[in-house]
Nanobody, 122 residues
Framework: QVQLVESGGGLVQAGGSLRLSCVTS????????MGWFRQAPGKAREFVAAIGWSGDITWYRDSVKGRFTLSSDNAKRTVYLQMNSLKPDDTAVYYCAAGRYYGGSALRTDYWGQGTQVTVSS
C-alpha cells in the first residue's frame, strides 16, 4: 500500500520561501511520478508541478515557473517542492500525489497525501 505524507507548510510573508516534502512508502516503481496539487478555498484543485521518479523529467504550471523547483531523493523516498518568491495567490492546501507518469503534466493520481497548508500573507 502506497502512503504519502506531506510536511513543510506554514505561514510566510509575501516574497518568502517554503520547502514542502512528500515522503513515500510502499510499492512505487520507476515508472511512477510524483506531483503537487493545490486547492485554495472556494477554488478547484489545480496541478502545480510533476517530477518523474528518477528526477529527470519535470513539469510546472506557468504561474509557478521560475519560482518553484522540484527535486527528489530516491534514497529517502522523498520529493521536495522548493517554493520561492511566494505570493498571496499561492495560499492553498498543497497535496502530494503519485501514480504512473507519462511525462509533462500526464500524471495518473492513484495515491494522495493528506495535504499541508501554505499561507502567504501580503
Amino acid at each position: 500500500q502506497v502512503q504519502l505524507v506531506e510536511s513543510g507548510g506554514g505561514l510566510v510573508q509575501a516574497g518568502g520561501s517554503l520547502r514542502l516534502s512528500c515522503v513515500t512508502s510502499g510499492g512505487l516503481v520507476s515508472s511512477f511520478g510524483m506531483g503537487w496539487f493545490r486547492q485554495a478555498p472556494g477554488k478547484a484543485r489545480e496541478f502545480v508541478a510533476a517530477i518523474g521518479w528518477s528526477g529527470d523529467i519535470t513539469w510546472y504550471r506557468d504561474s509557478v515557473k521560475g519560482r518553484f523547483t522540484l527535486s527528489s531523493d530516491n534514497a529517502k523516498r522523498t520529493v521536495y517542492l522548493q517554493m520561492n518568491s511566494l505570493k498571496p495567490d499561492d495560499t492553498a492546501v498543497y497535496y502530494c500525489a503519485a501514480g504512473r507518469y507519462y511525462g509533462g503534466s500526464a500524471l495518473r493520481t492513484d495515491y494522495w497525501g493528506q495535504g499541508t497548508q501554505v499561507t502567504v500573507s501580503s
